[in-house]
């Protein structure tokens, strides 16, 4: 269990950076890959990621390449941040770096837009890798990057990944829970973001704690649903990565998500709302394909749909709102939850 | 389903005078009890109660008494709300007006402190009820008697009773969604307000987005391992009454339990805490009842037994925080609500 650890991170956005960080200050080799040689350089030479990061002192440890090659070497871990839709075309240039033998964690919280598909079926429709995990949460990445305190969940079902992963990133300020339902855990990454822009509309409009708190519970409710129809455990939901990641991204005013349904709510169309906020929050993306997801199941999510809509420009907030609200009511908690009464 | 119901409330706080306020915009005639004659001129005459709902203008056909058997007569529904502690001394005064064919409904989210039994089980036990119902989820009163939108769950094991609540509550506004899990709704408003004392003590300390979700995912995952030993449903955790009533209250700076949070993080003893805001928040007379709930039954909840120290003097804010962060991790999610691995 001794020793430092060489570990690979792909992807030198807020997230990535953050990982890299944790684990260099965990006294571990990593190695961390960018694009960008001026990223690289600012990482190397001034220990700092002005863009996704500013004001973060990084660990001057952090090795910084440019080079995919350079970056994997011969690594005790593999971490992966990068944006869900750009998965596909690195994994074509990372395959003939990697062997069934390398461990390798995703912490990307989306879906595949063309194809519906989770990461980890992206991950193993490109590559040779086998051993996969999913890394989420309630993971705000300046906060962590800040030294402060958080929780967050490895799934996979290879308990040396779990292993790996304690020793690369647990800290006093890092708790590292683990969970064996990564395509439970993978769905609520997608999801999540879905129901955070609903929760920045009804905020934007003052609607209300009560009103709020009834939205994220039934975008719960939704989750559980989709685990369950996909094979994930419908107790996911209730953790970290669904209910925990769900209470920070829907209350956190630094949400991208959250702000494009505030922004929305303001009366902004789609495309000013993301031009306002700088880039795509992976909310937008994720809606269509939960839909199609459930779509393929015969599943009814209309909270989901509803954001959709309001995302393709066919309902404005507030008729999205009151649409929801007015929504049949049943039971509180969905039958896979549910024992039998 | 035609036809006005006659509906008892019982008690005139915020909660019990906002359930009245919104039976009687539904057209029904309404019977609230208070033991204030003040209070009663204040509703009959001038609509209004300004203590608990400040700014609010009462459905004017709300009838106030302060005599018992007057408010009873033969009502098709009884509601009750009033604080938890005085619920026992209630029912032996109401005993001789009831009939084990009334329908009665509470709305208390606590635990009588002497004998920590819940709600229920004190009004089996003082009075000859036998079609009891229990009313939570994510209700702030004042934002309800206000016209906001929310939804609350009624649990009970008797259908006619969900009959009943939804023609006296359900609106456009107020979405009312059913649980079998009576006893699960119960033990879920008693310990939300631990949890949320918690949340208080998080927000005070700025400890970030991150933090106050897992500790609220912590809350919520013992909170479901006291369902489970207690013959409730793990899954009513995910619910309106669970999840839901926690989003709410931990959010809400109009939540006493948070603000005695707030409070104690700033070096407030309890005492000096509860004078500044006015009266005992149900949290801090849930903690040491929750706490004897769980030994009973052999469980550790270390969240709710560590505020519970905070609350007894015996551990500083900083050091509870700390040590709640330095719990070990395991599994994400309790295993009562994972399927087998």
Redesign the interface.
């Known amino acids: 269990m001794s020793g430092a650890l060489r570990v690979t991170v792909l992807g030198a956005g807020n997230w990535g950076t953050t990982l890299a960080h944790c684990v260099a200050r965990n006294g571990h080799q990593v190695r961390l890959w960018s694009r960008s040689a001026e990223t690289c350089d600012a990482i190397n030479n001034r220990h700092e990621h002005p863009r996704s990061l500013p004001g973060i002192a990084l660990a001057p440890s952090i090795h910084a390449v440019s080079s995919l090659a350079e970056a994997l070497g011969a690594p005790d871990l593999i971490l992966l941040a990068v944006p869900s839709q750009s998965l596909r075309g690195l994994c074509r240039e990372l395959a003939p770096l990697l062997a069934p033998e390398h461990l390798l964690v995703h912490g990307i919280k989306g879906l595949e837009s063309e194809s519906h598909a989770r990461m980890s079926q992206v991950l193993r429709e490109e590559t040779c890798l086998l051993q996969l995990g999913v890394l989420s949460?309630?993971?705000?990445a300046p906060?962590?990057a800040a030294g402060?305190?958080?929780?967050t969940?490895i799934?996979t079902r290879f308990p040396r990944i779990v292993v790996q992963v304690?020793r690369a990133l647990?800290s006093?300020?890092l708790?590292?829970?683990?969970?064996?339902?990564p395509c439970g855990v993978e769905l609520c990454g997608a999801i999540k973001n879905v129901v955070a822009i609903a929760s920045g509309m009804a905020d934007e409009l003052q609607?209300?704690?009560?009103?709020?708190?009834?939205l994220?519970?039934?975008g719960?409710?939704e989750l559980?649903r989709l685990l369950s129809a996909y094979d994930g455990?419908?107790?996911?939901?209730?953790?970290?990565?669904g209910?925990?990641?769900l209470?920070?991204t829907a209350?956190?005013p630094?949400s991208r998500n959250h702000r494009v349904g505030a922004a929305l709510a303001r009366g902004l169309s789609l495309h000013q709302a993301v031009a306002e906020i700088g880039m795509v929050a992976e909310g937008v993306l994720a809606a269509r394909s939960v839909c199609a997801l459930a779509d393929a199941r015969g599943l009814e999510l209309p909270l989901i749909a509803t954001v959709a809509r309001v995302l393709q420009g066919e309902l404005t907030v507030v008729h999205a709102l009151a649409a929801l609200?007015?929504?049949p009511?049943?039971?509180?908690?969905p039958s896979c939850?549910?024992?039998g009464?």
Chains 1, 2 share one sequence.
Do not use: W, Y
Not at 137 to 140: C, E, I, K, V, Y
Not at 148 to 151: F, K, L, R, S, V
Not at 233 to 241: N, V
């Open positions: 949460g309630p993971n705000l906060e962590i402060q305190p958080a929780g969940v799934a304690r647990a006093a300020h708790r590292v829970f683990e969970s064996h339902d609607l209300g704690a009560n009103a709020k708190a009834f994220l519970t039934r719960l409710a559980t455990d419908p107790g996911t939901a209730l953790g970290l990565a209910c925990g990641d209470m920070a209350q956190s630094i609200l007015e929504l009511t049943g039971h509180d908690v939850l549910r024992r009464d």
